[in-house]
């Protein structure tokens, strides 16, 4: 039942990651934390991230700005693998802590970022990859950090949701190299990240037919109500153990 659990959970998270370009970590990392524990739930969720940024790029394959994802990628996956090995050296109860606490500061940081409406180019697509892709090796999910960046490159709809996903693609795997070698992505967790990212893949392409008619405003209500929520249930966790 807890596997059921999981698929239902990601099948719902992907659609919504499909939609606004975020959110799938978000949702689905504290069902796997409270299925797996925290330290095997990072590297599920590596796992499972390749395979919902793979489904993104498929789906909307010709709209890739891979400058964009190239300046972004080229510091942000050699930084994802510092962020892992960092990950891995800390207690799994500072992760629970760390994840909760950074999906709830993001709120803010979300809204600071939106009111300053930043303009992006290629040298701020290099420095975000190198301080996103850190951090994305040590939490669950930065998509609230990376989805304005992308935004305020100038990218809309099927533009920005290839793009970012290729560009986190490369990220992610690099993250899942590192916890392989290290010995944290062993056969029996790499098959609960398959599992999560199936569900994650086909909501993806449910999603599809959904992202023209979403307003900016219900994007924001559902990315601050999904990173509360989601934050929230990660501190208790880490107060009951």
Not at 56 to 81: E, K, M
Not at 176 to 201: H, N, P, Q, W, Y
Not at 219 to 227: K, S, V
Request: hydrophobic residues 60%; charged residues 10%; glycine residues 10%.
């Amino acid at each position: 039942m807890g596997y059921v659990f999981v698929l239902i959970v990601g099948l719902f998270a992907g659609t919504i990651a499909g939609v606004v370009g975020t959110g799938s970590s978000i949702m689905l990392m504290p069902v796997l934390v409270y299925q797996f524990g925290p330290k095997q739930a990072v590297p599920i969720m590596a796992v499972a991230a390749v395979m919902a940024n793979l489904s993104r790029i498929l789906a909307w394959w010709r709209d890739v700005d891979w400058r964009a994802c190239a300046a972004y990628s080229v510091t942000g996956i050699p930084a994802a693998a510092l962020g892992a090995r960092t990950l891995l050296a800390l207690p799994s109860h500072a992760v629970d802590v760390a994840i909760g606490v950074f999906l709830i500061a993001m709120v803010p940081v979300r809204h600071w970022l939106a009111r300053h409406q930043l303009k992006a180019n290629l040298l701020h697509m290099m420095i975000g990859g190198a301080v996103i892709g850190y951090l994305t090796g040590i939490v669950a999910s930065t998509g609230p950090l990376s989805v304005p960046l992308f935004l305020f490159y100038g990218l809309t709809k099927g533009a920005f949701l290839a793009t970012e996903a290729a560009s986190s693609l490369g990220l992610y795997l690099s993250k899942s190299v590192t916890f392989e070698r290290f010995g944290a992505l062993t056969a029996d967790v790499a098959f609960k990240g398959l599992i999560a990212g199936a569900s994650l893949m086909a909501g993806a392409f449910i999603a599809k037919r959904f992202v023209l008619h979403l307003k900016p405003e219900a994007f924001r209500l559902i990315m601050d109500g999904i990173m509360l929520a989601a934050g929230v249930a990660l501190l208790w966790s880490a107060m009951a153990s």
